[in-house]
């Protein structure tokens, strides 16, 4: 099972970020499940979704309390909520900023962490081609390229069916874009 | 058609294909998007002839149901937590009149303190009510609970609700196979009610009742629900071979066939459970789980069946009977009066119920170190402050 926690602020689209997620690993075949953290669903309040990958069936309920993959849409979280908690020492990190990993403050965390980090201009990519700073399909790029966990002509795919027409087109355009931006950058561990 | 949908959504599917005649809804909290789904659906007159009709309250949303379903209309409506109790004077009138209407329960929490998070408090409030009430553990079995519950509700002319855990469920996303419609049509035929409320025809129904017949009529309901219990295996056999799968039935076993432990439990904490029992199983300790999906009528006797080789039985709930055990705790007790049985409340307002609480309940349980009533992942510090300091007052 592959698990994923994703960190965000309400309006970012972090609910709907883990749907489209578990709607592309679907497509693919395989089980997934995808839930919100409830009740703190509010503009600009700190907010969690979570979702599971496995090729059988997936019965537990509990929160994603050991993620293989945590998605971070807001980089001023990372100070302020405890993103990292559980986190595999060989898993994922994808951040969305425009900065380098080493300018954030991450050491005492990089110190001990074997995974690979990667950062994504997401909000700028989704500024750029949706023309509003909404980093959720685009992350969803990132995290294909990323993880290798689901295709990018899966999420694609994923984001035309939550959203059609041209909004469909745009998102889709951004998460093509960072996932170019992560293929090429994707560092294990910036030293 | 199997489809990665939101619990929600997948109920307002399911409800669809029953091709519902008139659903009634209070839409504002406590409310879940399955009627939001719903309201689309009539709007666009993909349910036609189906009318939705907004109410003030969920009051009103049982009493116009009860209205529709007397007049003859399939009805359907949903609600949670204080919904439910606000509507509970007319769903205790939707029972004793023997109206086969379907409501899904969003299980949730009831304040006060307020609470909107999950757990089971309020099905417990309408436990008597003489509705039968079906708990899902899953979205494909809360899917699927719906469409036998109108089977149900329809043949036996008694109101069935069917729970299923408030955003753990209606909110989470997962595959669902959602029934076609030639199938549902095939399984459950248009709604013949045995009376019909007709201005040319003119009957009363609900009329006062004296003390020289109320308790005969109170006795039928009584035997009506022990009729459910021989007919709701039936319609689950039935939905299994039209379906292809398993749904339904008064109680199902898990890993039950040398079981010494066993954990009864209802709703979606059998999941989680399933995978803390696994493990321990690995472990070489002889635990099972059997849920409870008919938890009104409750089925003794298929429990005592199901639990007559256990030795040691936990009963896991998320409901709080306040100064005694927990009530599913004592609907079991009553079904194996001789067995051992320890109680224990978790999940309560929302609280996760995690793989690895229910692997140390597991493993404390299998050591007979489990006390009659405990409350799970209790933080012990805070409740020993807040006793000191009531100490102080006192």
């Not at chain 2, 879940?32 to 189906?50: N, R």
């Not at chain 2, 909107?116 to 494909?140: K, V, Y």
């Not at chain 2, 692997?359 to 409350?375: I, K, Q, W, Y």
Request: with cysteine; charged share 20%.
């Amino acid at each position: 099972m592959f698990q994923i926690r994703i960190h965000g602020r309400g309006g970012q689209g972090v609910v709907t970020a883990a749907e489209i997620l578990s709607v592309a690993a679907f497509a693919e075949g395989r089980h997934a499940q995808a839930f919100p953290s409830f009740g703190s669903e509010r503009t600009g309040a700190p907010v969690v979704s979570y979702c599971r990958l496995d090729d059988r069936e997936i019965r537990t309920r509990e929160p994603v309390m050991v993620p293989d993959a945590i998605l971070i849409q807001d980089v001023t979280l990372i100070h302020q909520v405890d993103v990292f908690s559980g986190l595999s020492a060989t898993g994922f990190v994808l951040i969305n900023t425009s900065r380098p990993a080493a300018d954030l403050g991450l050491e005492d965390f990089l110190a001990h962490f074997a995974g690979a980090l990667a950062t994504c201009p997401a909000t700028e990519l989704a500024l750029e081609h949706l023309g509003r700073p909404l980093p959720n399909a685009a992350l969803l790029g990132g995290f294909a390229a990323l993880t290798g966990e689901v295709s990018l002509s899966a999420i694609d795919a994923a984001i035309r069916e939550r959203f059609s027409g041209a909004v469909g087109e745009k998102n889709s355009a951004a998460a093509h874009a960072a996932f170019d931006v992560v293929r090429g950058g994707v560092s294990a561990r910036p030293d | 058609m199997l489809a990665q949908i939101e619990g929600s959504k997948a109920i307002a599917e399911a409800v669809a294909r029953c091709r519902p005649e008139v659903v009634c809804a209070y839409p504002i909290s406590p409310q879940t998007h399955i009627i939001e789904a719903i309201g689309v659906k009539v709007k666009s007159g993909e349910l036609a002839p189906c009318e939705f009709i907004n109410v003030e309250s969920e009051f009103a949303a049982m009493s116009v149901s009860i209205g529709a379903s007397a007049a003859g209309a399939r009805a359907y409506t949903a609600t949670a937590s204080q919904g439910l109790l606000f509507m509970l004077e007319a769903v205790y009138s939707a029972a004793g009149l023997g109206l086969p209407i379907v409501m899904t329960l969003a299980n949730r929490a009831i304040g006060a303190p307020i609470n909107i998070w999950n757990d089971h408090s309020d099905a417990m409030a309408a436990r008597d009510t003489g509705w039968i009430l079906l708990f899902a553990e899953s979205n494909q079995d809360a899917v699927d609970l719906h469409v036998q519950a109108f089977k149900l509700a329809e043949t036996l002319s008694v109101p069935v609700m069917v729970c299923m855990d408030g955003f753990i469920l209606t909110h989470a996303v997962e595959g669902v196979d959602l029934p076609d419609q030639e199938n549902v049509d095939a399984f459950l035929p248009p709604y013949v009610p045995r009376q019909v409320l007709d201005p040319d025809q003119p009957v009363s129904i609900g009329a006062m009742v004296g003390p020289e017949a109320f308790e005969e009529v109170k006795y039928l309901a009584h035997l009506r629900q022990l009729d459910a219990l021989a007919l709701i295996p039936r319609i689950a056999t039935e939905f299994s071979e039209s379906f292809n799968r398993d749904a339904g039935g008064l109680v199902r076993g898990y890993r039950m066939e040398d079981a010494e432990t066993v954990v009864i439990a209802m709703g979606s904490v059998l999941g989680t459970l399933k995978d803390a029992i696994d493990l321990r199983r690995e472990a070489r300790e002889k635990i099972g789980a059997l849920g409870i999906t008919t938890f009104r009528p409750f089925p003794e006797a298929a429990v005592a069946d199901a639990l007559r080789s256990a030795t040691r039985l936990v009963v896991l709930e998320k409901a709080v009977n306040p100064g005694g055990r927990g009530v599913l705790a004592s609907d079991v007790a009553l079904s194996v009066p001789r067995s051992p049985l320890s109680s224990v409340i978790a999940g309560l307002g929302g609280r996760p119920i995690t793989r690895a609480s229910l692997e140390a309940m597991l493993a404390r349980a299998a050591s007979g170190d489990l006390p009659a009533v405990t409350f799970l992942d209790l933080d012990e510090a805070a409740v020993a402050a807040e006793r000191a300091r009531l100490a102080d007052v006192t």
